[in-house]
């Protein structure tokens, strides 16, 4: 089983920065990539940028040259550092953990509120 908690969410003003945190416990050495999705009230939610153990990232279009993903495997954690933000931004963000040998995302933080606002 693998655990994953979201944390660094809050309300940022456009223009700002926040960073996000997952930290992941459990079967650890089973992960093989590490994603942040996002979802905001009555949209689907959509992935943001996701990094692999071998260091390969992926980013939405939306967000390039914005955020940044990165994974610190010494301490479990995977960093989503959003710079730039705007209002298009807002949405629950959630950390997902996708195991090897699967082509889906397999565990899933509770999420954590990220708004952008005047």
């Known amino acids: 089983q693998v655990q994953l908690v979201e944390s660094g969410g809050g309300l940022v003003q456009p223009g700002g920065s926040l960073r996000l945190s997952c930290a992941a416990s459990?079967?650890?050495?089973?992960?093989?990539?590490m994603g942040w999705y996002r979802q905001a009230p009555g949209k689907e939610r959509d992935l943001v940028a996701a990094i692999t153990n071998g260091g390969s990232t992926n980013y939405a279009d939306s967000v390039k040259g914005r955020f940044t993903i990165s994974r610190d495997m010494a301490k479990n954690t995977v960093y989503l550092q959003m710079n730039s933000l705007k209002p298009e931004d807002t949405a629950v963000y959630y950390c997902?953990?996708?195991?090897?040998?699967?082509?889906?995302?397999?565990?899933w933080g509770q999420g954590t509120q990220v708004t952008v606002s005047s």
């Open positions: 997902a953990a996708r195991l090897s040998g699967t082509d889906v995302y397999n565990y």
């Open positions: 459990g079967s650890i050495f089973r992960i093989n990539t």
